[in-house]
């Protein structure tokens, strides 16, 4: 048995926890907020799962892996938090994203179906599209119901004997011996320390992380005119309206239609700036850029805005990077959600001996 220490309880440090309980270890996990914290990147209504990665065709096969770590989480948790709408990409020019995701698609035969403009709008009563538009629809994809997944995930940790020390901070990292120090100085030291602490992590690292691009992306919540609530419901998630404009995931399970604009975030820090919104200015940011696209988008209500923090690097590519005993998880962007439990499996794979710290390295990165 081995000693795991985890710095942060969203899904990436839950899903290691997890992991690394069920190889029989010992777990330790540090939280500085609740445990899980309303204010970590893994917690909101709902997360998307979904196929088209544009032409990335490492994450574009790795999503079918990750369902497979979904499953099995669902049978420890006896509960599914996801529901299959299946997801869509639409495309409004030549070259962009949904058509650069039907290349990916052919090229590693993932199963599709293309639908024209036409098409597009009678599976999305709600959307109107211009000449030329079209999209390609996959199977499975929607949402996950990140917060209740995470909240009973962390119930999980605990009732499998792993601790989660609550409101404690961790101020310092020694990686090559797995050491933590909690703000109060004390220390607890692992065989494999996990660092996953999401935006905080030049907070906590400056010297090695000071300088990483930490963004604050807000996200919205509406509640469309009344014609098209039942259509919005059932139609696929759309993960991308042309290159620039965004992204939906359906009122499910009472989670309420969110809409994310993916230009809308900005270099920040969650430590400096918080998580306050102004409703009014800031949903107009974000839904402004669907006003030709929704029908009837004059009566559209915006509810809440959700303000999340993650770090993005110019590549787009997770970082698993080892040092000592000590495995630093980053650039996990506006897209590690769905890997977090497959993360999980992978890290304790190697761990084991399963893989090299490199080859689990570059397999993260999407190679
Ligand atoms: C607005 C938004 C939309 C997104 N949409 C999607 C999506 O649709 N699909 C998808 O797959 N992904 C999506 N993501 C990305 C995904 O949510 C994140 O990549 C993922 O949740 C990161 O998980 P994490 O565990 O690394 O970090 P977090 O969930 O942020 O957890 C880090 C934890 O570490 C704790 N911590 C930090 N520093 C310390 C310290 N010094 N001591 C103790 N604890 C500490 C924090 O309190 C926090 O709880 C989105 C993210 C955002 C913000």
């Not at 499953?71 to 997801?87: A, C, I």
């Not at 970082?319 to 000592?324: A, K, L, N, P, S």
């Not at 304790?348 to 999407?366: H, P, Q, V, Y």
């Amino acid at each position: 048995m081995s000693r795991i220490v985890i710095i942060g309880a969203g899904i990436v440090g839950l899903s290691v926890a997890r992991a690394a309980l069920k190889h029989g270890h010992q777990v330790t996990v540090l939280e500085q907020g609740p445990a899980p914290n309303p204010q970590s990147a893994s917690f909101d209504l709902h997360r998307m799962i979904r196929y088209p990665y544009g032409s990335a065709e490492g994450y574009t096969r790795m999503v079918t892996d990750a369902f497979g770590a979904w499953d099995r989480l669902w049978n420890d948790l006896g509960t599914v938090h996801f529901e299959n709408t299946g997801s869509i990409a639409i495309s409004l020019a030549p070259g962009d994203y949904a058509e650069k995701t039907l290349n990916a698609f052919k090229a590693i035969g993932l199963p599709h179906e293309v639908l024209t403009r036409e098409g597009v709008e009678r599976l999305c009563p709600h959307l109107t599209l211009p000449e030329g538009a079209w999209g390609v629809v996959s199977f499975p994809g929607g949402p996950l119901f990140a917060s209740r997944i995470v909240t009973e995930l962390a119930d999980w940790v605990r009732a499998h004997g792993g601790v989660i020390e609550h409101d404690c901070r961790v101020a310092g990292v020694d990686l090559e011996q797995g050491v933590a120090t909690r703000a109060d100085g004390s220390q607890v030291e692992g065989d494999l320390l996990l660092v996953a602490a999401g935006a905080w992590l030049p907070a906590l690292m400056p010297e090695r992380f000071g300088e990483a691009s930490v963004y604050r992306q807000g996200l919205c919540y509406v509640e469309p005119p009344a014609q098209y609530e039942q259509s919005w419901r059932e139609a696929p998630a759309i993960a991308c309206l042309g290159d620039h404009t965004g992204y939906t995931l359906p009122d499910r399970r009472g989670a309420g239609l969110k809409i994310g604009y993916s230009a809308h975030r900005r270099a920040a820090r969650p430590e400096c700036d918080g998580f306050g919104s102004d409703l009014a200015s800031e949903s107009e940011a974000i839904l402004g850029a669907f006003r030709p696209y929704f029908r009837e988008f004059d009566a559209y209500r915006p509810t809440r805005i959700q303000v999340g923090y993650y770090v993005l690097d110019a590549a787009r590519r997770f970082t698993v990077e080892q040092t000592g005993r000590g495995l630093v998880v980053t650039n996990c962007d506006g897209q590690m959600f769905k890997f977090g439990p497959l993360l999980g499996e992978r890290i304790l794979g190697m761990f084991a001996g399963e893989e090299s710290a490199g080859d689990l390295a570059r397999w993260a990165a999407g190679y």
